[in-house]
């Protein structure tokens, strides 16, 4: 199956710094990536939706000015956590489609486990 | 709002034994049914998914089980395994275009030997 890779699979910082994962499409080509936070022992929740060319589309009660998404190729979307704070650590899981299958199945990266002292 | 509700929250089966993890939705234009498998620390994994123009799937051990009506669907996994002790999820989606998908809550399963 298609792969996706999330860098870094962790990372800690310290409150204030800002933290950037990438999520990259290794084998195939997505207009749209999806963004997932989750908190331990729950389910993913959507964040945002990170289209190539165009801003992200942010799901209610999703910071954007803390959660800085970016897409600018058809392989590559970034999320910058801003002055991340201990209440930001999670784990962070980014998605794609292939684009020529919009409405197939969906591949999810290994997660990024971000802890802020 | 839950869109999509699962049951149970967790799970524990002997080895060999049948794991059944029920899923329902309200929305009516959703349109794709996918089960993901997520072991910890890791990324979801896509485990089998189906099409409201069928009822049933199978994909080895694995079957979904799709009741349009009812607007419910199940997934069965059978002979159940030590192996399959992971998190499950159930999700809908809508059809057509970039569409995002909804997770349900998540069963924990346990296979004891």
């Known amino acids: 199956g298609a792969v996706v890779s999330q860098h870094p699979s962790w990372v800690i910082c310290k409150s204030g710094t800002s933290v950037k994962i990438e999520c990259r499409s290794l084998?195939?080509?997505?207009?749209?990536m999806f963004w997932y936070r989750q908190f331990p022992k729950q389910s993913l929740m959507l964040m945002a939706t990170?289209?190539?060319?165009?801003?992200?589309?942010?799901e209610q009660g999703v910071e954007k000015d803390k959660f800085l998404i970016n897409h600018a190729s058809l392989t590559l979307s970034t999320l910058t956590v801003t002055s991340a704070h201990p209440e930001d650590s999670s784990f962070y899981i980014c998605?794609?489609?292939?684009?020529?299958?919009?409405?197939?199945?969906?591949?999810f990266g290994e997660g990024s486990r971000l802890t802020v002292l | 709002q839950q869109q999509v509700k699962q049951s149970p929250q967790s799970l524990i089966v002997q080895k060999g034994g049948i794991s059944i993890i029920n899923c329902a939705y309200e929305?009516?234009?959703?349109?794709?049914f996918p089960w993901y498998q997520q072991f910890p620390g890791k990324g979801p994994a896509l485990l089998i998914a189906i099409r409201p123009d069928v009822s049933e799937k199978k994909e080895g051990r694995f079957t979904i089980s799709f009741n349009k009506s009812a607007k419910q669907f199940s997934l069965h996994i059978m002979d159940s395994q030590p192996g399959d002790s992971a998190t499950y999820f159930c999700?809908?989606?809508?059809?057509?275009?970039?569409?995002?998908?909804?997770f349900g809550t998540g069963t924990k399963l346990q296979v004891i030997p």
């Open positions: 929305n009516t234009a959703f349109d794709y």
């Open positions: 084998d195939f080509q997505a207009t749209t």
């Open positions: 999700a809908a989606s809508k059809a057509g275009g970039y569409q995002k998908v909804t």
């Open positions: 990170s289209n190539e060319g165009s801003k992200a589309t942010y």
């Open positions: 998605s794609a489609r292939p684009y020529r299958e919009p409405g197939g199945e969906l591949f």
